[in-house]
């Protein structure tokens, strides 16, 4: 939104970018360090979950507003929730310009994606995996939906990022991502995808995964990298 100026600190989890980073550590949305928050001045305090009560009535109490920003759960709800964070910074002209300019970047984003993928003869099948063996992107899960921009998702057709060992036969993901780089030899070494065409083909791919739990810009940049490398010809050997 380019408000960075204005934040003087941020949880534990956070990973980028590197400006935000070398911010003070003020807690998490559930264990946050009401005392560091109050001493930093905040005016606004932003969480992805509901504070407890007390937590609210104290930071309201210090002068902090308390903006909740949900996850959202499909690609109109993480341009809402800037569209509410761009209003609220910079009122309802300013900011909610600031949010457009957002939402043009992202839709820029996902069609960069697909276009990426456009060539192939058929929409590959992708596995986005976020622990081994089974525990994956589903039909009902936003990561689930993005992979539908050019991809076809392997979890399509199942809840809850769990794909059913029993339907093990019908899984044969031509990509996979991992979002924990240290399965991807785990993965093309296993009894359950070393014979797919992705680890014949070389296409296995670590992901920052944290780019997708933040759910920010950079998310929309990981998955456009996610289409350019299922696109890329196989390196020769």
Not at 93 to 115: M, P, Q
Request: hydrophobic residues 45%; aromatic residues 8%; negative net charge.
């Amino acid at each position: 939104l380019g408000y960075g100026e204005l934040l003087v600190g941020v949880s534990e989890y956070c990973t980028a970018p590197a400006a935000a980073v070398a911010k003070p550590r003020m807690g998490s949305a559930y264990q946050p360090e009401v005392e560091k928050i109050k001493a930093s001045g905040a005016t606004l305090v932003l969480c992805t979950v509901q504070p407890t009560e007390s937590t609210l009535t104290e930071l309201q109490q210090a002068g902090a507003q308390v903006l909740v920003l949900p996850r959202a759960d499909s690609v109109e709800g993480i341009k809402q929730n800037y569209r509410a964070l761009g209003s609220l910074l910079a009122g309802n002209v300013t900011g909610t310009a600031a949010a457009e300019t957002v939402s043009t970047a992202i839709d820029s984003k996902l069609a960069e994606a697909t276009a990426a993928l456009s060539g192939m003869a058929a929409a590959p099948d992708a596995t986005l995996l976020i622990s081994y063996p089974y525990r994956m992107a589903t039909g009902d899960t936003l990561e689930g939906q993005l992979l539908a921009q050019g991809f076809h998702c392997s979890g399509a057709d199942y809840t809850n990022w769990l794909y059913p060992e029993s339907e093990l036969r019908a899984l044969e993901p031509d990509v996979i991502f991992c979002a924990e780089a240290d399965e991807v030899e785990t993965v093309k070494q296993s009894y359950e995808y070393k014979v797919v065409a992705a680890v014949k083909n070389d296409k296995v791919m670590a992901i920052d995964f944290t780019a997708f739990q933040n759910q920010s810009l950079r998310m929309f940049d990981t998955l456009a990298e996610m289409a350019k490398f299922t696109a890329a010809e196989p390196a020769e050997a």
